[in-house]
């Protein structure tokens, strides 16, 4: 076929020129989308523009045997459906593409992310067995998701969560929150979320009589209790900064407690990391320090209500929890202080 010649006509070998007939348009226009850059979406336009052609074809082309015609009216009607269907299956595909492409830039974070969890699950399943390990590290997720999101409402740049065997989960913050309020906002979105995934569990445990699920849900309320310990890098740490320094030696001091009764290492890591802070906490402040400290009296109003009741609810949830667990026969060795969340 020679080049520059007008749609729809071509030059034989001979010379002659000849007409294109319908199917050889709709080849090459189907083509020539086909090499295009956005072949994906044209497709979809490009089905209509070819039966559009085709009414036209019909009308200039020329005269046709009848019986040739009426059989490829015939494939043309029984067709129709199809290019229907054609149709909006490439919309459909055009569509998926503004769902595909974000989710392609996202991979190496799902990678990252989804590559540690499975890490962890494994390594717990070598110790629980999968289905606690899978519900353990699932609670984790909904605990780092709650920090996320607030932090995201704040327009925070969050890297996605990252988990480390007997350690926890952590998201990073690539942006400090530029108040006590806002860091203390983030602080209580993961165990808000997290005692949620808690609940949740339970009565998923209640309904189906099933002791796993509240097994679940007592390390999941024992583990987003703990986090609300007042001090250091913990939850706790950051929410009660917007309420009083002051409560952070309670914290000290509870932490401290725990790590007695409980000798593990990240306790007295976290112990250790929280003394800096305790110092810079109660030394004078510059103008700037105390200007990132201010919080209006509703906003502490508010922090306290969460704060003070989501400890009581969780406490109160451990409690049934357990006596659950002691009707199913169930005894709860502790393990839960050897795996720290953030
Ligand atoms: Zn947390």
């Known amino acids: 076929m020679a080049a520059g010649l007008p749609y729809g006509r071509a030059e034989a070998e001979n010379g002659q020129r000849v007409s294109l007939n319908a199917f050889d348009r709709r080849f090459v226009r189907r083509h020539s989308a086909a090499t295009s850059k956005l072949a994906f979406h044209l497709n979809a336009v490009h089905i209509s523009k070819v039966q559009d052609v085709n009414v036209q074809t019909e009308r200039t082309e020329d005269y046709k045997a009848p019986t040739e015609e009426t059989a490829r009216s015939r494939i043309k009607k029984a067709l129709g459906p199809v290019a229907v269907v054609g149709v909006v299956i490439a919309k459909f595909f055009a569509n998926l593409k503004f769902v595909l492409l974000p989710l392609l830039k996202f991979l190496p974070i799902l990678l990252k992310s989804g590559g540690t969890m499975l890490l962890m699950i494994w390594v717990y399943t070598q110790i629980w067995g999968w289905q606690f390990a899978l519900g353990f590290v699932l609670l984790l997720l909904v605990h780092e998701t709650g920090h996320l999101i607030v932090a995201k409402k704040f327009g925070l740049k969050v890297g996605a969560p990252v988990f480390i065997p007997f350690m926890g989960a952590f998201i990073a913050l690539k942006e400090a929150p530029r108040n006590a309020w806002m860091e203390a906002c983030v602080g209580i979105g993961g165990p808000l979320l997290g005692s949620l995934g808690a609940l949740v569990c339970n009565a998923l445990?209640?309904?189906?009589?099933?002791?796993i699920f509240i097994a679940l849900a007592?390390?999941?309320?024992?583990?987003?209790?703990?986090?609300l310990t007042p001090v250091g890098m913990l939850d706790g740490g950051r929410i009660v900064t917007a309420l009083s320094r002051w409560l952070w030696l309670p914290g000290f001091a509870l932490l401290i407690w725990f790590g007695w009764k409980y000798p593990n290492f990240i306790i007295w890591l976290i112990v250790l990391l929280s003394l800096p802070r305790i110092y810079s906490l109660f030394r004078k402040r510059t103008e700037e320090e105390q200007r990132y400290f201010e919080v209006t009296p509703s906003?502490?109003?508010v922090m306290s209500v969460l704060y003070f009741g989501l400890i009581a609810i969780l406490l109160f949830g451990m409690h049934v929890a357990q006596q659950d667990l002691n009707k199913y026969g169930v005894r709860s060795h502790g393990h839960g202080h050897d795996v720290i969340v953030q």
Not at 205 to 211: L, R, V
Request: charged residues 10%; aromatic residues 36%.
């Open 205 to 211: 445990g209640e309904f189906f009589a099933a002791p």
């Open 299 to 301: 906003q502490r109003c």
């Open 218 to 227: 007592w390390f999941g309320y024992f583990l987003n209790l703990f986090n």
